[in-house]
């Protein structure tokens, strides 16, 4: 396994003026090489941007690549504890990661924020006083969807998504708002690229619109063959299918395509207004969901770190859990299980100034709680 990353990073000025009451080292295990690459190298680029813009000395990141391999990631892990005594781990993209390495890390009384991962059983049956989503539950994005589908006036959907904890997850999100009946269920290999089969079976559906949830370049490949198939059923889809990351490789297949997210590049307040300008500075290009995910992971931690020593794990995780800090998605609290209550937008996918990108065209949810809360016991 090969280490990118092992600095201190810091400029000049302290957060809020202040030194943390004692310092921090995070171990980020994300993915930054094969199919998964740009997502957790936009993980790792908003978190680490964060960071920066503290200008706090007391925090050491170091980062390495799983490489989308739940063995890989397990052995970083455990090398992070044990060699690196890290004290804080994030950065997993996937979810049949996250089930391999977080229920080992919570144990060893080592704090997880996820930074994208939300599966169902860690915010339920599995859920721990170590563990913070400061992302979303799996399901969140394709409720919205499900629940926007309704008010769109859809009846018959065909929905497909990989056949991992994610995509189980999310059609069963979609699923539990959508009022209307299935033209057809399918669940693809993780990492296919040919979807043939699938556009065929939709074809001959009579699906009146077609949900998916494909990550990466799985969702890229599928929207490309999709638009060249002549199929005109309506897509939707979750924001992870139409962000920043994949909108330019889709292409104008996209235009116009509706899809959810807890954050847009539009939203109006003032983090988001100088979150997004200044990684557009920092990287020339506008974050994804990914990196706003990570961003507002770090600084989750640098608030928790204001008040409370990460040797004091009450005291820590009482501060993380306060979430005392502006996030870019405005109102951001977490509920019992340590999962976001937040609100989640439907967006439509435009050309700005020549760049495919988002915009919101309605709020689906306010204040919305995942399902499985009620199954966590804290």
Request: aromatic fraction near 10%; glycine fraction near 10%; hydrophobic fraction near 40%.
């Amino acid at each position: 396994m090969k280490k990118l990353t092992s600095a201190f990073l810091g400029l000049s000025m302290l957060l809020s003026g202040t030194a943390l009451a004692e310092p921090i080292k995070v171990g980020m295990i994300t993915t930054l090489s094969g199919g998964g690459a740009g997502l957790g190298v936009d993980i790792r680029d908003g978190f680490l941007l964060a960071l920066k813009q503290a200008g706090n000395k007391d925090i050491e990141v170091v980062v390495e690549d799983d490489a989308q391999k739940p063995e890989l990631a397990v052995q970083i892990a455990d090398k992070m504890i044990q060699s690196d005594k890290v004290d804080i781990l994030t950065g997993i993209v996937w979810s049949n990661l996250a089930m391999a390495v977080v229920p080992g890390a919570v144990a060893q009384d080592k704090i997880y924020i996820s930074t994208n991962a939300g599966p169902s059983a860690l915010a339920g049956e599995k859920c721990s006083p170590n563990y913070f989503n400061a992302a979303y539950q799996n399901d969140n994005l394709h409720e919205a969807v499900g629940n926007y589908a309704n008010d769109a006036g859809y009846k018959k959907a065909f929905i497909l998504a990989p056949n991992y904890p994610a995509g189980t997850d999310a059609l069963t999100g979609f699923k539990r708002f959508f009022k209307g009946e299935l033209a057809g269920e399918v669940y693809t290999k993780v990492g296919q690229t040919d979807y043939a089969a699938e556009i065929a079976e939709i074809r001959a559906s009579g699906a009146d619109s077609v949900y998916f949830f494909l990550p990466g370049g799985m969702g890229i490949a599928f929207m490309k063959q999709y638009s060249q198939s002549g199929v005109d059923i309506p897509v939707m889809g979750p924001g992870f299918s139409f962000d920043q990351d994949v909108l330019a490789a889709i292409g104008d297949a996209a235009l116009g395509v509706k899809n959810s997210s807890h954050w847009s590049k539009d939203l109006d307040n003032a983090a988001n207004k100088k979150y997004v300008e200044a990684f557009k500075a920092e990287f020339g290009r506008i974050p994804s969901l990914y990196a706003t995910q990570g961003y507002d992971a770090a600084n989750l931690i640098l608030s928790a770190a204001a008040k409370a020593s990460i040797k004091d794990k009450d005291a820590f995780r009482a501060a993380l859990k306060e979430a005392d800090f502006d996030s870019v998605r405005g109102k951001f609290k977490f509920g019992n299980n340590n999962h976001p209550i937040q609100d989640i937008y439907i967006r439509e996918v435009i050309k700005e100034d020549g760049v495919l990108t988002n915009k919101i065209v309605a709020t689906s949810f306010t204040d919305h709680q995942d399902a499985y809360a009620s199954e966590c016991k804290m």
